[in-house]
């Protein structure tokens, strides 16, 4: 069990939805939490509502100088929480340039970005914790998510290369792979969404594994098992079985 108590953490992405949850919950652990995200009015109304102390700095992820700033701003913490991203469901056949380019940029390079802002001070140091948010939509190849599914697997790979190299040293390196949240991303989907949770269930299954020492954890659990199991599945089968028409 981790000890949050006194801790700072910096939760990026934090206005809204699996964010504005997550933070709620580290809070009420006990650690004092720096909030992130383009949008200052919404970052201010969570603050006024979060049971501990609680610091607001705006950044934009898709500007290096804007994450450096507000990096410098943050100063010196504990763990740092990545959930900013972007969604449009689109096809290949409706490849929308801006949108395709946006959802990388802010979701995987924008994650890198922030990455590479905190990590140096953590490996110095020889502790910290970072934690990913890549997607069950990463693991494969999936209809009508070309752009998304690509920057989340972006994110997932990043996250596995971290722990390579970190896992027997002091920064622990974190990845949740959650399904479909309902949030105003998903509400863009005009398609049925299994095991659609909630932000605080799924805010829930990703705290319990930020006070594990576990490396990864996909949720819905049931949900998990086909796209981790369709990582082994012949490419016939796996594209078959998410076969949409039109």
């Known amino acids: 069990m981790r000890n949050w108590t006194g801790k700072r953490y910096w939760i990026v992405g934090a206005s809204e939805g699996l ?16 909030l992130s995200a383009r949008s200052t009015d919404k970052l201010q109304e969570l603050a006024a509502d979060m049971p501990g ?47 395709v380019e ?29 934690v990913l ?16 599914g690509a920057s989340k697997a972006g994110v997932m790979w990043l996250a596995e290369g971290m722990y390579a190299d970190l896992r027997k040293t002091g ?16 509400e863009k989907n005009d398609f049925d969404m299994p095991f659609l949770m909630e932000p605080e269930e799924a805010a829930q299954e990703m705290f319990e594994l930020m006070c594990t020492d576990g490396f990864k954890r996909s949720f819905p659990t049931v949900f998990s098992w086909l796209f981790r199991g369709g990582q082994f599945l012949p490419d016939g089968l796996w594209y078959g079985l998410f076969a949409r028409k039109g």
């Open 102 to 130: 946006a959802m990388c940029d802010i979701n995987f390079t924008g994650c890198a970005r922030v990455v590479g802002a905190i990590i140096g001070d953590m490996v110095a140091r020889d502790e910290g914790h970072i």
């Open 171 to 186: 920064v622990t390196v974190q990845v949740a792979n959650p399904g479909f949240i309902k949030t105003r991303l998903t």
């Open 133 to 148: 948010t890549g997607s069950l939509s990463g693991f494969r190849g999936l209809p009508g998510a070309t752009g998304y």
């Open 19 to 34: 964010g504005a949850a997550l933070a709620r919950k580290i809070s009420a652990a006990g650690a004092e939490v720096i």
């Open 53 to 99: 102390q609680t610091e607001v700095v705006p950044v934009d992820v898709s500007s290096l100088e804007s994450v450096t700033e507000a990096a410098e701003a943050v100063g010196k913490i504990d763990g740092m929480v990545f959930l900013a991203g972007v969604y449009w469901p689109q096809k290949a056949q409706d490849w929308d340039a801006e949108q």
